[in-house]
Each structure stands twice: as C-alpha cells, then as structure tokens.
C-alpha cells in the first residue's frame, strides 16, 4: 500500500561501536579508573578533575575511550574488553547452565536444552555489539534470559509445538542497550524472557506453640544491627 510505513531495520545498519550510548555503571567504572590512575600518580590533580568531568557526562563509548586512552589500565575496562567470540554453544541434557554476572557476550549463541535449564543473565554482561542472534533448541526444559531496560527480546521466529514463550519487559521496547533475537524451535520447553527478581523479604519469625497456646504477641523481626 502506498505511503505504507515500516519500523526500521536496525539490523542493516549497525550503530558504530563507539556511538552506542553508556550506562550509570559504565561512567562509574570509567571514574574509579581514573581515581585509581591517580593514585598511581599517572594523572595530576588538575587532569583527574578535567576528565572526571568528562567521564561522568559521557553520552556514548567514544567519549569515555577518550578519557582513558593513554591508560594501561584500559584494557581492564568495557571499552577495552577482550573480542567477543563469534558463537558461544550451550548444550545442556539435564543439567543447569548459568551466565551471570559480568560476563563476555559472544557474537552469536547456539543454546541446546534437552530436559535442563539454562539461564543468561544480561543484566551485568558486556555488551559489545547491539544485536545478539540466539539459535534455540529446547525439549522439555527451559531457556531463561534475565533482561534489563534497553535490552529487547524478539521471539518471532520461534516454532512451538506444545511448549510457550514469555517475554516479560515493563519498560517497553526500547532497544537502546541489545536487541536479542531468538530463533529455533520449542518442543514442551519454555523460553522466557524477565527482569531479575528483587530479593525476597525475610519471613517474620513464627511463635512457638507455647506462645501460641498463652496468646503471646508475635516476635518482632530483628532490625539490621
């Protein structure tokens, strides 16, 4: 249909690495480089303060590498991390399989679940590129991605026989972190794609039966010492 409008392709033309816009913890870790470069009296008072300045207002990659460049130190950083590899495999019979914390994401990943469960945690990962293709293959287990904002999960080319997809993202469709495009098949499985759960409360302690007997109050939980 004419003047029909289609969403961009951003597949097609991928954002330069050093365009891609930085995080909180991204200008924080930058700062304490900084700090630490100081320290080791590789920056004078004057130029921690100038590039502090710059790193705590950095918008994109580019301009935190800026600051850190003549650092030895900046192969440590996200902006200097080792190559992603290009596919990860993940195959799991019956076993769980996790990915947390600060972990390297590949280029591409192939993840087999049999009658297992695998978790990719992306909420701490380093991200290097904006598109991660997953090729799925799930049985009877489950393939969990704990998502964050900016990180989008497309499940559109994912044949189900009798299993289900979920995807569970409050935040919208914004993919200005990853956009993770999952691919494959689904037997009796789950795929599921959440934000990480917030730790729960501790239960209040229970009366004993004593307490409960003579309609004692019940105890109070501790408070943090």
Do not use: C
């Not at 033309?13 to 900084?34: F, I, T």
């Amino acid at each position: 249909m004419t003047g029909e409008l289609r969403p961009a392709d951003h597949s097609e033309n991928p954002v330069p690495r050093g365009e891609l816009r930085v995080s909180y913890e991204d200008r924080d870790r930058v700062a304490e480089e900084l700090r630490v470069a100081a320290g080791d009296g590789r920056l004078t008072a004057e130029e921690l303060d100038q590039r502090l300045e710059v790193a705590l207002t950095a918008r994109t990659y580019a301009e935190l590498a800026s600051v850190t460049r003549d650092l030895p130190s900046a192969a440590g950083t996200v902006l200097g991390a080792p190559a992603p590899k290009d596919v990860v495999r993940i195959d799991s019979q019956s076993s769980s399989v996790e990915r947390t914390g600060p972990w390297l994401v590949p280029r591409r990943m192939e993840v087999r679940v049999k009658s297992g469960h695998v978790t990719l945690d992306f909420t701490e990962a380093v991200i290097t590129q904006p598109v991660l293709p997953i090729d799925a293959e799930v049985g009877s287990g489950m393939l969990t991605l704990v998502i964050k904002p900016g990180i989008v999960v497309d499940m559109d080319d994912v044949t189900v026989r009798s299993g289900r997809l979920e995807v569970r993202a409050p935040w919208g469709l914004d993919a200005s972190v990853l956009r993770i495009q999952v691919s494959g098949k689904v037997g009796s499985g789950i795929i599921t794609a959440r934000p990480r759960r917030a730790p729960r409360a501790p239960r209040p302690p229970r009366r004993t039966f004593w307490q409960w007997l003579t309609r004692q109050p019940r105890p109070r939980p501790a408070i943090g010492r």
